[in-house]
């Protein structure tokens, strides 16, 4: 493509990082070439690995993780088992792919404190100050800089995160994919669960993942390198998820055509 530059807007899946909850930091184990030639010695009878080129075999990697490991794309599914106020909620394998490959239109919120939420009247006073108005697909990144984090615990509570207003303020012109560079699409969990432990008030808890259930969308989550697109509009973002079986996420390799 002449005149086109890629941008990755992905994180590497990386094991051992300290910078998911326990239970969700990936496992990877690493088969190098020369445990591969042994491998190889069993798939094909009579093969001895001095046979192999440099006595060297295939290379592969055993992975334990989640769906939600690394960047990935959530599906209505992930948020509630019904959406747009009563349909079955659509799995990731279920996405249509008209949603994830339109244009982007990136919205920066790096002025915003950690765990601040981002409101509608944000979001549009941003597009004012980027002139453009969304159309229906447009797929919104949402800038928080809390990717500088990434591997290390910090990013946990790093970032601003949207509210169910803005949320549904996007959706209801017609988006149906966004993303963050931040954890989540919501403010930081550490945040929602002290403003509920001095409220007492559910609707802090995921209340941006939670507008799904009214009207459904997908949101990117752990994006990264959002500053390397430069104009917060003009391109064009493609995000399409890997195809798991009724399940709530898919891991994606999103990327800024510009």
């Known amino acids: 493509?002449?005149?086109k530059r890629f941008v990755d807007l992905s994180i590497s899946i990386e094991p051992s990082l300290p910078s998911d909850p326990p239970m969700m930091i990936p496992e990877v184990e690493y088969v190098d070439h020369a445990e591969g030639a042994g491998q190889m010695e069993g798939f094909f009878p009579g093969l001895k690995k001095e046979q192999l080129p440099g006595g060297l075999g295939w290379a592969l990697e055993f992975i334990r993780l989640t769906t939600h490991s690394g960047t990935h794309l959530d599906a209505p599914y992930h948020y509630h088992p019904t959406m747009d106020r009563g349909k079955r909620s659509l799995t990731i394998d279920e996405i249509p792919l008209e949603w994830c490959f339109s244009d982007g239109?990136?919205?920066?919120?790096r002025h915003k404190a950690d765990g601040e939420r981002i409101t509608a009247e944000d979001v549009k006073k941003e597009l004012d100050r980027i002139e453009y108005e969304i159309k229906p697909l447009d797929i919104i990144l949402v800038q928080t800089g809390a990717d500088e984090a990434w591997g290390t615990p910090e990013n946990l509570v790093k970032g601003a995160g949207m509210d169910r207003e803005s949320t549904l303020y996007l959706v209801n012109q017609g988006v149906k994919v966004v993303g963050i560079d931040a954890w989540s699409w919501d403010r930081?969990?550490?945040?929602?669960?002290q403003e509920f432990k001095r409220t007492g008030d559910p609707k802090v808890i995921w209340e941006a993942h939670f507008a799904?259930?009214?009207a459904g969308y997908c949101h990117m989550e752990k994006l990264a390198n959002?500053?390397?697109i430069e104009k917060p509009h003009g391109f064009t973002v493609c995000c399409f998820p890997v195809k798991i079986k009724g399940a709530s996420?898919?891991?994606a390799r999103p990327v800024a055509i510009v």
């Open 226 to 228: 959002l500053s390397a």
């Open 249 to 251: 996420a898919g891991w």
């Open 1 to 3: 493509m002449k005149g």
């Open 188 to 193: 930081p969990l550490p945040f929602l669960a």
């Open 105 to 109: 239109v990136l919205l920066d919120f």
């Open 212 to 214: 799904g259930i009214e």
